[in-house]
């Protein structure tokens, strides 16, 4: 099962090293195909008062880190085309973010690093749009195996989301890899004003309804001590959490 887990965004080396550390253990005990994410920049925070990220330039410098300390493979989100070819010797992954999945110019870039490509479902598409997508990366030159799509929930009035299950046989029908983001489709949007709320508490129901689906991977936001982290915190796991989580998923998955 693949598992693509991380803090929200890279805060400090030390906070990296030590949820990387976690995952690797995690993976080694439930064997999971595991990718390091953290993201360099969040361009689309709800205030521009909120912390965005250390940037592309330091971002890479703890992928490297992160790589030769524990030999695990990264994926990251990219906001503008030319970082593509700027992440691609640093990477294993890129993903496009929810909101700009439909931006033809991103999926261009993704698909000429020659790495495989995670796209965010944006909150604003029905699953079987995802089609178009995937249409257009193959058109590019990416191999189905190389594509992941990944659902993270659908806007349902204002500061919410929810999660269509029948998005998950309507994606696979694409033939891309379906993966399911535990934690992202709990937020509530712009929930706290100036940054978003979260529902963490629900993340183990829709994880293991998600895994009850047959999805071919999971997307987790976890962190130390997600009350403290500078983004994204309100719809975290910590590492107890996910490692709860992770064992449930799994057991689900056993049985199918």
Not at 28 to 38: A, G, R, V
């Amino acid at each position: 099962m693949i598992l693509m887990a991380g803090p929200c965004v890279i805060e400090t080396d030390e906070t990296a090293l030590s949820t990387c550390d976690f995952l690797k253990n995690l993976a080694l005990k439930y064997n999971l195909d595991l990718y390091f994410k953290s993201s360099f920049d969040k361009a689309n925070r709800s205030s521009v008062d909120s912390y965005r990220g250390p940037g592309i330039e330091k971002g890479m410098e703890l992928f490297e880190k992160v790589k030769r300390k524990f030999d695990v493979k990264i994926i990251t989100d990219f906001h503008e085309p030319a970082q593509a070819a700027q992440l691609s010797g640093n990477v294993d992954m890129l993903q496009i973010p929810a909101f700009l999945c439909r931006q033809t110019d991103m999926l261009k870039a993704a698909s000429e690093s020659g790495l495989p490509v995670n796209v965010k479902k944006g909150q604003f598409l029905s699953p079987w749009d995802m089609a178009n997508i995937v249409q257009k990366l193959e058109s590019f030159g990416v191999k189905k195996r190389d594509i992941f799509l990944t659902e993270r929930g659908t806007s349902f009035g204002y500061n919410n989301l929810v999660v269509d299950f029948r998005s998950f046989p309507v994606m696979r029908d694409t033939g891309a890899n379906i993966i399911f983001d535990a934690t992202h489709s709990l937020q509530l949007p712009g929930g706290m004003g100036k940054s978003s709320g979260g529902q963490r508490e629900f993340v183990p129901y829709l994880a293991k309804a998600a895994a009850a689906c047959g999805v071919d991977g999971f997307f987790m936001e976890i962190h130390p001590e997600p009350y403290k982290a500078l983004c994204d915190g309100p719809n975290m796991l910590n590492f107890e959490s996910a490692e709860n989580v992770i064992k449930n998923i799994c057991l689900i998955r056993d049985v199918l």
